[in-house]
């Protein structure tokens, strides 16, 4: 059995529509212990050192399942971004991210019998176009608080994609998951198909 440790849609969605046949068993890991000032200087390993966290969590609970763990980190400026709490503060988030780029690094883990046998990582470049004020005032209108399930504050599958005016990655990675390369994973060791 495959199992997705993580109750993200963005993420269900994303193996669901690969035909990935897997359960839902969302983790129970403290994301802030881990991010350490020494990890957080070094986001792409972040992402991967919480989605390792996240897989072997549930991996010790389910040791005869193949256990997927994924997470996602903003860097803005040489700084990670946190989702933010309230419309007011994705507002200024998106007013300081405007006309700039932003990278998201996703990271997955595959775990068996509570150990990480497999992780990789992806990073997406993203460069938001100088939206105007009003528009941003329609597009929070618009999207509400659905917004702050989401570190920058969009979605790209909805309205968001309206935000950039150009993306460099995978649209998986931007939605918080290395697809290819786990789908790849899942197949050396058996879970999938080849």
Same mark, same amino acid.
Do not use: N
């Given at each position: ?29 403290? %994301? !802030? $212990?881990?991010? +350490?000032?020494? @990890?957080?200087? &070094? ?5 991967? #050192?919480? =989605? ?69 990582? %992806? !990073? $997406?470049?993203? +460069?938001?176009? @100088?939206?105007? &004020? ?5 597009? #929070?209108? =618009? ?52």
């Amino acid at each position: 059995m495959i199992v997705l440790a993580s109750a993200s849609a963005a993420r269900r969605r994303l193996l669901q529509d690969a035909g990935v046949d897997f359960e839902i068993d969302p983790a129970d890991v403290d %994301e !802030a $212990a881990l991010k +350490t000032p020494d @990890a957080r200087r &070094d986001p792409a390993g972040l992402s991967v #050192l919480l =989605a390792s966290a996240k897989a072997r969590d549930v991996s010790r609970r389910r040791p005869k399942d193949w256990v997927v763990g994924s997470d996602q980190i903003l860097s803005f400026e040489s700084g990670l971004i946190s989702k933010a709490t309230s419309l007011d503060e994705a507002r200024a988030r998106l007013r300081e991210m405007r006309g700039r780029e932003h990278v998201l690094w996703s990271g997955v883990a595959l775990a068996w019998g509570g150990k990480v046998v497999w992780s990789a990582r %992806e !990073a $997406a470049t993203m +460069t938001m176009r @100088a939206f105007s &004020d009003a528009f941003l005032d329609a597009y #929070l209108a =618009a999207e509400g608080a659905d917004l702050l399930t989401s570190v920058g504050c969009y979605r790209i599958e909805g309205r968001g994609a309206q935000l950039f005016s150009r993306i460099d990655g995978a649209h998986a990675t931007i939605m918080g998951m290395p697809l290819w390369p786990l789908l790849d994973a899942l197949r050396t060791h058996g879970a999938l198909p080849s």
